[in-house]
Every structure is written in C-alpha cells, then in structure tokens.
Nanobody, 133 residues
Framework: QVQLVESGGGSVQSGGSLRLSCAAS????????????VGWFRQAPGKEREGVAS?????????ADSVKGRFSISRSQDNAVNTAYLMLNNLSPEDTAMYYC?????????????????????WGQGTQVTVSS
C-alpha cells in the first residue's frame, strides 16, 4: 500500500518561505516505468479543501490563481524513491492551512488527476503551515 508523508510545514512570518516535501513509500512497481503524478492541496479551518498545484506526466505544472507566481511544485524519482515538493514563497496569513499532497503512480504515462479534479488515489495526512502578520 502506498503511503504519502508530508513534511516541512511550520510557522513563519508574512513574506517568509517554506519548502514542503511529500515522500511516497510502499510502492512495489517498476519505478523506471512509473509516472509520479502529484498534486498539492490545502484546507483552512472552516473552509473546503482547495487545489493549489499539480504536475503532469510531461513535467508541466499548473497552479491555482491565488498562488501563481509564489508557489512552485516539483518532483523527483531517484531509483525507488518518489518525492514531491512545494516551494512556498512570499507567504501571507491567507496561506495558513493544512497542506496535503496527493499522488497517482501510473504506467500509462498519463496524469488524469489534477489539483482541479482532485482525482488522486493516494493522499497524505497533511502538514500545517501557519503564517503570521
């Protein structure tokens, strides 16, 4: 069973930066043939979960308008280790939320799940980001 574990959250002041990581474990497929499709989401208290960013099979990334130009998604597939990252820059109190990563591991070279449709198979438990003014 694939498990995703986020890390890197914390408390920062407005204008600060954080780098979130999402490590996948438990995957037993052939990583040389696998596409690691990843999305990042966040949920603030009292609000619905919203998509933040996703990265597709071709490496192209897309972002929610609210974070465009400030956040950057990336991934690495080194040997059997699949890791995703979300760089958060120029943070504001409105970015305060629990941040979740989600992923699919696919052999077909496609990433139909995105941060807008939330159709990922695997989800992490979240890492808290708190931004103070």
């Amino acid at each position: 069973q694939v498990q995703l574990v986020e890390s890197g959250g914390g408390s920062v002041q407005s204008g600060g930066s954080l780098r979130l990581s999402c490590a996948a474990s438990g995957y037993t497929g052939d990583n040389t043939r696998t596409t690691y499709c990843v999305g990042w989401f966040r949920q603030a208290p009292g609000k619905e979960r919203e998509g933040v960013a996703s990265i597709g099979a071709d490496g192209r990334s897309t972002y929610a308008d609210s974070v465009k130009g400030r956040f950057s998604i990336s991934r690495s597939q080194d040997n059997a280790v699949n890791t995703a990252y979300l760089m958060l820059n120029n943070l504001s109190p409105e970015d305060t939320a629990m941040y979740y990563c989600a992923a699919d591991l696919r052999y077909d070279g496609f990433c139909p799940a995105t941060h807008t449709n939330m159709a990922y198979q695997y989800w992490g438990q979240g890492t808290q980001v708190t931004v103070s003014s």
